[in-house]
C-alpha cells in the first residue's frame, strides 16, 4: 500500500519535470509568421458588398473572440496599434446544393468567400495575405426565408468556419 503513495508522486514529478524540461507552455499563445513589430491589431476595416447588414457584425465579433481564444495578437486602439487588419467579403450567397429527380432542390447551402490582409500600420505595406477562403455550409431544403432557423444556422456555421480558417492561416503563415 504504501508503494502507491510514493510510486505515483514520483511519476507525476517526472511527468512534470519532462514537459518543463522540454520548454513546453500551456497557454493558447500561438505565435504568427508576422513581421516581430507587429504584435497588436487594429481591425480597421470590413469591406461589406453584400446585402447582408448583419454579416460585417457577425463577422467581427467572430474574428476578435477567435484572435483573443488563439492567443495569437493583441487588440489595440487604432492610434497604438501596429498592424490594420482588412477583411473583404468577395461573396456571400445562397445556392442549391442537391436537387432530386424531379429537379427539385433538397438540400441548399452558404456560400461565403472572404480574404484578409495586415498592413504595417506606419507605412501601409502589405505583411500577410490570407489568400481566398471559400467555405460552403449545406442545410436541408430549399433556399429559406431570412427568419429560417436552419438559414441561420448554416450562416452562422460558414462565418465561424471562415473566420477558424483565417485564423488558422495567420497562424501558419500562408
Request: with cysteine; glycine share 4%.
Amino acid at each position: 500500500m504504501w508503494s502507491c503513495r510514493v510510486i505515483f508522486p514520483a511519476w507525476i514529478l517526472i511527468l512534470v519535470a519532462t514537459v518543463w524540461g522540454c520548454n513546453y507552455d500551456f497557454t493558447t499563445y500561438s505565435p504568427t509568421p508576422l513581421p516581430s513589430d507587429i504584435r497588436t491589431i487594429y481591425l480597421e476595416r470590413v469591406e461589406n458588398p453584400t446585402n447582408f447588414s448583419w454579416l460585417e457584425m457577425r463577422l467581427r465579433s467572430e474574428l476578435q473572440d477567435e484572435l483573443n481564444k488563439q492567443g495569437s495578437m493583441d487588440w489595440a486602439d487604432k492610434e497604438n496599434a501596429q498592424g490594420l487588419l482588412e477583411v473583404i467579403i468577395q461573396k456571400s450567397r445562397i445556392g442549391t446544393k442537391l436537387e432530386n429527380a424531379q429537379e427539385e432542390t433538397v438540400r441548399s447551402q452558404v456560400e461565403l468567400t472572404l480574404r484578409a490582409r495586415i498592413l504595417r500600420k506606419e507605412d501601409h505595406k502589405l505583411v500577410w495575405d490570407s489568400g481566398v477562403i471559400d467555405i460552403q455550409e449545406s442545410f436541408p431544403g430549399k433556399k429559406r426565408q431570412e427568419r429560417d432557423p436552419k438559414l441561420k444556422r448554416a450562416r452562422k456555421k460558414a462565418v465561424e468556419f471562415g473566420v477558424e480558417k483565417l485564423v488558422s492561416r495567420l497562424r501558419n503563415g500562408f
